[in-house]
């Protein structure tokens, strides 16, 4: 069974950065594509919001516009870990951000929550003004 734990959450200032950390055990990391989502920001029961994706293989990445060129998504397959690099964080960032694996037979990115197999249980980050 796939499971994805995530870490690096917490409590950071307007400005700052933070990485987080998610990784899987129980499948093939190397032919999963993964991505990070963020929930929460307007109240539980919210849809999830895409921030990031990266293929397997030639790690392929794309963002979500609200992120892109402050987020960066990478992955490290000899640790079967995937990273969300966040910089110049905001108030409006503050959400629970869950990390995602989509097994897929080419290595595309996945924008759309509903494609994603597995899911972490999420960790909570909080940007104070």
């Known amino acids: 069974q796939v499971q994805l734990v995530e870490s690096g959450g917490g409590l950071v200032k307007a400005g700052d950065s933070l990485r987080l950390a998610c990784t899987v055990s129980?499948?093939?990391?190397?032919?999963?594509?993964m991505g990070w989502f963020r929930q929460g920001r307007q109240g539980p029961g919210n849809e999830r919001e895409f921030l990031a994706s990266i293929s397997w293989g030639n790690s392929m990445t794309y963002y979500g516009h609200a992120v892109k060129g402050r987020f960066t998504i990478s992955r490290d397959d000899a640790k079967n870990t995937v990273y969300l690099q966040m910089n110049e964080l905001k108030p409006e960032d503050t959400a629970i951000y869950v990390c995602?694996?989509?097994?897929?037979?080419?290595?595309?990115?996945?924008?759309?929550?509903?494609?994603?197999?597995?899911w972490g249980q999420g960790i909570q980050v909080t940007v104070s003004s």
């Open positions: 995602a694996a989509d097994r897929r037979s080419m290595p595309i990115v996945a924008t759309v929550a509903s494609s994603y197999d597995y």
């Open positions: 129980g499948g093939d990391f190397n032919k999963l594509v």
